[in-house]
């Protein structure tokens, strides 16, 4: 299970540093997110955030279990 959510994350991450990076460089987010909802940029950054302790998380799962 944490390793699907560490995918998710991963994802989330992506699509949160796309729409940053949109935001920065041209005059919209990149990504799929931008296509479906309008988020504000704070957002964007929240959702990278998100995404990387999701990720960071279930990676330490998978960490673990090879220690075990």
Do not use: N
Request: glycine share 18%; proline share 3%.
């Amino acid at each position: 299970m944490r390793e699907i959510l560490g995918i998710v994350g991963i994802v989330v991450a992506i699509q949160g540093t796309l729409g940053v990076v949109g935001r920065v460089v041209g005059e919209k987010p990149w990504g799929v997110l931008q296509q479906w909802f309008d988020i504000p940029a704070g957002g964007y950054v929240a959702l990278a955030v998100v995404g990387l302790v999701l990720a960071a998380w279930g990676e330490s799962g998978r960490a673990a279990r090879k220690r075990a």
